[in-house]
């Protein structure tokens, strides 16, 4: 069945260090997206990656499609407290009008 | 003021009751979507609609049921037969068709004893 294989699973780091989650897929992809989800609260849609290789920025956060387009990462610069929750790859699920999301990698910001 | 909304928040129910959870949306999307979400995991779609009168299946759709009735209103109902009900309940909204980003509510907390 379809996977969505997202790393780390959880990732502590101190404010101001870098942190990278990656997504893997096990089928090529159409496109994929970003969701962060905060403590207690919901996912919002963070960006939708379509093209092979595409890199696109938002702030601090730089989001990468990878040339095959089986795989993505999220990139945080010097990561804020602001920047704590749980992110989440989806990819459009086969044969189907929804999408499929990855188990998520829940970040910590240590002031 | 668009958005999602799901009542209650909070629900607390006892073991062998039905419970139905609330989610309307004033976006004007055709689609709409149920998740369930266990402490420290993701989101598994429970069911989906991409049009009035019409629903799919999702992953773990065993002991739920759905109705869309209405463009706006997807209501979910969490029936005795769910062997594991206690989670966290969240609905969502999109423009129809698998490259749209995806709107959610609050959630529904749902707690069954």
């Known amino acids: 069945g379809q996977q969505v294989m997202q790393i780390p699973q959880y990732q502590h780091v101190q404010e101001g260090e870098d942190f990278t989650t990656y997504c893997n897929s096990s089928?090529?992809?159409?496109?994929i997206q970003w969701y962060k989800q905060r403590p207690g609260g919901h996912p919002v849609f963070l960006i939708q990656?379509?093209?092979?290789?595409e890199v696109k920025k938002q702030k601090r956060l730089t989001f990468q499609f990878g040339e095959a387009k089986k795989n993505s990462s999220l990139h945080i610069t010097a990561t804020q407290t602001t920047d704590v929750g749980t992110y989440f790859c989806?990819?459009?699920?086969?044969?189907?009008?929804?999408?499929?999301f990855g188990t998520g990698t829940r970040l910590t910001v240590i002031p | 003021d668009g958005g999602i909304t799901q009542s209650p928040k909070y629900l607390f129910r006892k073991e062998g009751q039905n419970v139905t959870l609330s989610c309307e949306q004033n976006?004007?999307?055709?689609?709409m979507y149920w998740y369930r979400q266990d402490p420290g995991q993701g989101l598994r779609l429970i069911y989906y609609?991409?049009?009035?009168?019409?629903?799919q299946k999702g992953d773990i759709a065993e002991g739920y049921s759905v109705s869309r009735e209405k463009k706006e209103s997807f209501p979910l109902t969490v029936t005795s037969a769910q062997k594991n009900p206690t989670a966290f309940y969240l609905c969502?909204?999109?423009?129809?068709?698998?490259?749209?980003?995806?709107?959610f509510g609050p959630g529904t907390r749902l707690t069954v004893t």
């Open positions: 990656l379509v093209k092979s290789g």
């Open positions: 976006l004007n999307h055709d689609a």
């Open positions: 089928t090529t992809l159409s496109n």
């Open positions: 989806a990819e459009p699920e086969d044969g189907a009008n929804n999408l499929f």
């Open positions: 609609s991409q049009i009035v009168n019409d629903f």
């Open positions: 969502a909204s999109s423009i129809a068709g698998r490259l749209y980003e995806q709107y």
